[in-house]
């Protein structure tokens, strides 16, 4: 008998038959629902949240200043980089002969425009088309591959899905419903991470080299495969593993940086310069790495000066970013983990302040500085979660129509 006088199961007598909650007293109860894989539950939010923001974005280029620039929806979904990755996909890499400081165009990777190219094969599909449904799967597989490594490293689905929500939504995001790369270089990324927690080695390398066809910030992920690499060789080595056990890291370690190092060394023929890429970075696009101390100065300019509204957005987004990554150093992940998040934090931070307002949308490959606000939101009630979540939507795609369209700034 249990402690409040009632027999219990445990007391060898059946528990009473509850009444069935769709039975004849509940003419309407509602049908138990099939419960969702979680990986396509963290794609559905995501869907959610981008076509949420499209259609924002299509209501608020109708009205106020943003209807000033007379824009259409098209034409915002392509601009900026985008306009680059569309001719890069129409015309490949041309620029005129001899005239190196014209030729910015190498600043954009072949991998996304290639993808492009080959989706507009395609009969009926303009490139612009072609450029948008790679960004949409490439988002959704991102979606997907964050939701994974998410319950991998917690073990817990809220805070997984609140991981996917958080980027989602982060400064920077509307890049992720554009004709931008950040998409499809996240879904590389985040998979190749799920391969290295898997230590499905090969996977984890050939993923980072695609990667290194899309953005220079892959360079994060060759040294979060090279930190996994050698911590599995020295381990191998203490417990005298044979070398059948231990060559995938080392194969891995070695395969990962070939797409990006191949993409610098065709520019450099290219361009006849050894350096063509960095140069051409510094000389056309104005960007360099300089310890941030541009960046830096922005942030003290902002507090000590009279800010715009952009400055004080952009740089409240730095602030946020640099403590997440401090954050997410206290998190019980692999340290390739940290490791990752880290070097891409620094690569935004510490290149040239030129382009300031791009800076969310450098740190949006930092997946994991959702980690730690997917923790802290996770014991809020779900009603609660999704109204912050609609609120925030709304605030990210504000953000990037304020600073391209007002502001003048690239997203």
């Not at 996770?378 to 925030?392: K, Q």
Request: with cysteine; net charge positive; aromatic share 10%.
């Amino acid at each position: 008998m249990s402690r409040f006088g009632v027999i219990s199961d445990s007391d060898g007598v059946s528990a009473p038959v509850r009444p069935d909650p769709a039975g004849p007293g509940r003419r309407w109860a509602r049908p138990a629902l099939p419960r969702l894989p979680l990986p396509l539950i963290g794609m559905l939010i995501y869907a959610g949240i981008r076509v949420a923001g499209v259609a924002l974005t299509a209501v608020a280029l109708r009205h106020g200043n943003f209807l000033i620039v007379h824009w259409s929806l098209m034409r915002w979904l392509g601009s900026a980089d985008g306009g680059h990755y569309l001719a890069i996909a129409a015309h490949g890499y041309t620029y005129p002969a001899g005239q190196l400081a014209h030729a910015s165009v190498f600043s954009w990777f072949p991998g996304y425009p290639a993808l492009i190219d080959a989706i507009a094969w395609l009969p009926g599909v303009s490139l612009i088309a072609a450029g948008l449904v790679v960004t949409a799967l490439a988002g959704l597989a991102a979606a997907w591959g964050l939701s994974t490594l998410g319950l991998k490293i917690t073990a817990d689905p809220r805070v997984s899905l609140l991981m996917v929500a958080i980027w989602a939504v982060a400064p920077g995001s509307a890049a992720l419903s554009m004709v931008y790369a950040e998409a499809l270089f996240c879904a590389l990324a985040v998979w190749a991470l799920v391969a290295l927690v898997d230590r499905r080695w090969l996977t984890a390398a050939g993923l980072t080299a695609l990667a290194g066809t899309v953005r220079s910030t892959a360079a994060a992920l060759v040294v979060a495969v090279a930190v996994a690499a050698l911590i599995a060789l020295i381990q191998a080595a203490r417990t005298g593993q044979r070398f059948g056990m231990w060559w995938r890291p080392l194969v891995a370690a070695v395969l990962a940086p070939l797409g990006l190092v191949g993409y610098l060394g065709y520019v450099a023929v290219a361009t006849h310069r050894l350096n063509g890429w960095f140069w051409i970075e510094n000389h056309t696009c104005h960007m360099v790495f300089d310890w941030g101390v541009s960046t830096f100065r922005v942030v003290q300019g902002t507090f000590l000066d009279a800010p715009s509204v952009a400055d004080v957005l952009v740089v409240l987004t730095i602030i946020a970013a640099a403590g997440l990554a401090l954050w997410s150093l206290t998190e019980r992940i692999p340290v390739y983990l940290n490791v990752y998040t880290l070097v891409v934090v620094v690569m935004a931070l510490t290149t040239s302040a030129n382009w300031i307002g791009s800076k969310p949308r450098f740190l949006l490959p930092a997946i994991l500085l959702a980690l730690p606000v997917g923790r802290l939101l996770a014991p809020l009630r779900t009603s609660v979660l999704v109204g912050l979540i609609v609120i925030l939507t709304g605030m990210s795609t504000w953000f990037g129509l304020y600073l391209h369209l007002i502001a003048r700034w690239a997203p």
